[in-house]
């Protein structure tokens, strides 16, 4: 019916099929049997499960059926979790980061690329005049000390009409919020073994080298919408997403991007920048 699906098919007994071993069964993601015997559905269970191969097994007898799904492990991405809070390393920004927002002058620059300065790059400049005025501080923790840091960045801006500073104002929770690594991702990182052959797994151990290394999990590489200039926002996400800091360095460094059964897929899973702070 869909012109764009191509299909082949293959005329062997099933029992014939699960004699000749995991080799035959290797080149499927999903096996799925019918009416087959107890002890050839055994037996392909086996190979399924040293495969790795999620199998399901099917059976029917008049109107009565019966179906039974065996998978060893099936792991689920979230791409769009429910709650993005970002992870902009606003209160300990990497080297690169560092360099970047120290290197805008906001005194010297004009009306236009003033309403223009990425919020990023204000409240890390915000943050850095908070600590300033008392020593040994770290991160706004009670109203008054919120309220103060709120109070430099309204102070940083010439006219009401900044965009840019009203953002900064609204994503200011954001530069006192601590560093912390998920429940469900140190949950993920406690359970990597050495076992696990899946892409999944195999990235997994690049990650758990790289928070052993790091001490955080790699940047996601992406921006959210902010007022900026097209040079500053450009630069910003090159910063995010520099492949000299990727995780794949990780990977080689842990030996694992070779295990990968498409290396060049599991690059552009991997592709965040490195925070080496």
Not at 53 to 73: E, M, N
Not at 108 to 120: E, K, M, R, T
């Amino acid at each position: 019916m869909n012109p764009d699906v191509q299909g082949t098919h293959l005329e062997l007994d099933p029992a014939k099929a699960v004699a000749q071993g995991k080799d035959f069964f290797r080149q499927f993601s999903l096996v799925i049997a019918c009416q087959m015997t107890q002890t050839s559905a055994i037996q392909l269970g086996k190979i399924c499960e040293e495969l790795v191969i999620p199998l399901v097994l099917v059976t029917s007898l008049g109107f009565v059926g019966k179906l039974r799904i065996y998978a060893s492990q099936h792991c689920v991405c979230e791409t769009k979790p429910d709650s993005e809070f970002g992870d902009l390393r606003l209160n300990d920004p990497f080297p690169e980061l560092r360099r970047f927002a120290d290197s805008i002058d906001f005194a010297s620059l004009d009306d236009a690329a003033h309403a223009h300065v990425p919020y990023v790059v204000i409240l890390i400049r915000a943050l850095d005049s908070w600590r300033s005025r008392a020593e040994g501080r770290t991160l706004p923790k009670n109203s008054a000390e919120k309220d103060e840091f709120k109070d430099i960045v309204s102070k940083m801006r010439r006219s009401p009409q900044e965009l840019n500073f009203d953002e900064a104002l609204q994503n200011a929770y954001k530069a006192w919020m601590p560093y912390v690594i998920p429940d469900s991702v140190q949950q993920v990182l406690s359970l990597v073994s050495t076992s696990g052959k899946s892409d999944f797994w195999i990235l997994a151990r690049a990650v758990s080298q790289f928070v052993r290394d790091c001490g955080k999990l790699p940047l996601a590489g992406s921006l959210p919408d902010m007022t900026a200039s097209t040079d500053m926002y450009i630069k910003l996400q090159d910063l995010f997403q520099s492949p000299l800091n990727s995780l794949c360095a990780v990977c080689a460094t842990c030996g694992a991007m070779h295990e990968f059964s498409d290396p060049k897929a599991a690059i552009r899973q991997i592709g965040t920048p490195r925070d080496t702070s």
